[in-house]
Structures are given as structure tokens and as C-alpha cells.
């Protein structure tokens, strides 16, 4: 298992005024939300699970402090084959939420089961046990959604969390999982 950070501070500026270019005298707005998101227990050489049905995964993320928060987490998952070959993909948008500056989530991951693909154990408020979501993974022309016998030639998982602060910003964190076969 491999984890990747591509983290950003995005500021967007728009300008308001008739020119084409900011200047002094234009009105400006800009947003900008720092944020930084790693995958905790994620690392080269390490598998989540052997052959355990899920995976407990630990994701951290930063946001910025003023109008950053809260901050949507999405989850992104592709299956590719032993040549590399993507077997489909699909978003999870909203699996989890940042509510403070710095946050952890758990995130259990059914990596076999598309139909209870992942839920987010640790919310705030939630006494009982979370259900599972599924995943809706489209094939790479997008014509079709798979099911799980379609799974059986996969051998690696590529998970990507991005966390969007809701002043503006982004930042991304991919973990890449072996499936055992």
C-alpha cells in the first residue's frame, strides 16, 4: 500500500471591474482556504487488510481557519488489473464531513462489496453502527456500472480523499491498496 499527499492552498480571485486584468482600482474578492489531508495508516509496503472483508483507513485532514469550515470530504475509488488497466471508478461525494480545523476520520472500506463499499465510522452524534454506502463504479467508457463478479481480476485499489473547505481551497490524499487475490 502506497499513500500520496497533493495538498493546496487555492485562491481564487475574481474581478469584478470591466477589464480583463486585476488592478488597484478593480473590486477584488478573494477566497482562499489552506488545507492539508493525509492518509494516517497508509504506507509503502503495508496492506490495510489480508483477507478481512474491510479495512479500517485513518484520514487527517487541516482546514483553514474564517469561513473554511465546514469542509465536504469525497472519496474516490479505482480498480485497476494486474497490466494497469482501470476497471472502473467511482465517487463516494459527502462520505464524511470537516467540522473543526483539524479533523480524523475513520473511514471502513469493504473493498470486494461495491453495494457496502465504505461508511464513516467515527461520526460525531452516531450511537449505533454506521451502514455501509455503496459504490456506484462506472466502467472506463462510463457505460456501465459494475458489480462485484466484475471485481475478481483486481488487484489494486486507489483510494483518493479530497477534502474541499467551503470558503475555496482543495487538498487530496491517495492511498493505493494491494488486493490480496
Known amino acids: 500500500m502506497r499513500a500520496r499527499s497533493r495538498n493546496a492552498a487555492i485562491g481564487l480571485i475574481v474581478a469584478l471591474g470591466p477589464h480583463s486584468h486585476a488592478s488597484a482600482q478593480d473590486d477584488v474578492v478573494l477566497l482562499t482556504c489552506a488545507a492539508e489531508t493525509a492518509w494516517i495508516n497508509c504506507a509503502d509496503g503495508v496492506r490495510p487488510f489480508g483477507l478481512e472483508p474491510t479495512a479500517a483507513l485513518h484520514l487527517r485532514s487541516h482546514v483553514g481557519r474564517g469561513d473554511c469550515l465546514p469542509a465536504r470530504v469525497t472519496l474516490t ?42 461508511r464513516w465510522r467515527n461520526r460525531p452524534g452516531q450511537a449505533a453502527e454506521p451502514p455501509f454506502e455503496p459504490l456506484m463504479c462506472a466502467s472506463p467508457d462510463g457505460r456501465r456500472d459494475l458489480l462485484d463478479t466484475h471485481l475478481d481480476s483486481a488487484t489494486t485499489l486507489e483510494l483518493v480523499a479530497t477534502v474541499l473547505p467551503s470558503g475555496g481551497g482543495v487538498s487530496v490524499a491517495e492511498c493505493r491498496i494491494s488486493l490480496p487475490r
Open 77 to 118: 475509488a479505482s480498480y485497476t488489473d494486474r497490466a494497469g488497466a482501470v476497471l472502473c471508478v467511482g465517487t463516494m461525494d459527502g462520505i464524511a464531513q470537516a467540522a473543526r480545523n483539524v479533523d480524523d476520520f475513520t473511514i471502513e472500506v469493504n473493498p470486494r462489496t461495491l453495494g457496502t463499499f465504505a
